[in-house]
């Protein structure tokens, strides 16, 4: 069973709309969620973290948590085509455990 | 540039081969860790040292062997490799046990080995 779900797309959407990006997972004490970005051939790199219930903005990315619903999700606004990438959901259940576990991420076009 | 960098960036080797990946984080982190990405599965963490200390080894095959002589380097030995074990291996660097949470759950990811075994 996996622990941590995305769907794997490829997800399209038109630039300067709105992309919703979406995961949930499976352990009920996670405690910590980030979402990282993986552009073709490099390496991932973070773009959010969110540890509370509800949204976190940072620019035109803002983190949405619901921890009742184990489901966490980022939504990119103005997409650029500079956004197509493959966005990668992680987890984290116990503060001070360093084990972060991965969804096999969601790929996004941005079509221009 | 993220600050932790591997050697080296592509691999190519043999089923008989012996060889070593190298990490290195300049970022005065005390956490490393080695994963493994293979097309269409999550990242896979192997291993994590904490303070030079393995503190994590995901059910990881004898054949993959972890060494971590201070907190800045990271190796991974490699032997009798299959060639289901060709993927992106990525070292990955934290800072634990700092207050400001946000910043000690971080990882910073290398550039990865991109490895292909025969």
């Known amino acids: 069973q996996k622990e941590v779900e995305q769907n794997s797309g490829p997800l399209s959407v038109p630039e300067g709309a709105i992309a919703s990006l979406n995961c949930t997972y499976s352990d009920r004490v996670s405690q910590s969620f980030f979402w990282y970005r993986q552009y073709s051939g490099k390496s991932p790199e973070l773009i959010m973290s969110?540890?509370?219930?509800g949204d976190k903005e940072d620019g035109r990315f803002t983190a949405q948590l619901n921890k009742a619903s184990q489901y966490v999700s980022l939504l990119i606004r103005d997409s650029q085509p500079s956004d197509s990438a493959t966005y990668l959901c992680a987890v984290k259940s116990n503060f001070g455990n360093e084990k972060l576990t991965f969804g096999t991420g969601t790929r996004l076009t941005i079509i221009p | 540039e993220t600050g932790v960098t591997q050697t080296p960036r592509h691999l190519v080797m043999g089923m008989t081969n012996k060889k070593s990946l190298k990490c290195e984080q300049h970022?005065?982190?005390?956490?490393m860790y080695w994963y493994k990405q293979s097309a269409k599965k999550p990242l896979e963490l192997m291993f994590v040292?904490?303070?030079?200390?393995?503190?994590e080894n995901n059910s990881v095959p004898s054949r993959f062997s972890p060494e971590c002589p201070n907190s800045s380097h990271l190796f991974l030995h490699l032997h009798t490799l299959q060639p289901e074990d060709s993927a992106l291996y990525l070292c990955?660097?934290?800072?634990?046990?700092?207050?400001?949470?946000?910043?000690?759950?971080?990882?910073?990811f290398g550039p990865g080995t991109r490895l292909l075994v025969l």
């Open positions: 969110i540890y509370s219930n």
């Open positions: 970022l005065g982190h005390n956490a």
């Open positions: 040292y904490n303070f030079k200390e393995q503190t």
């Open positions: 990955a660097s934290s800072q634990p046990g700092l207050a400001d949470r946000e910043y000690q759950e971080t990882q910073y």
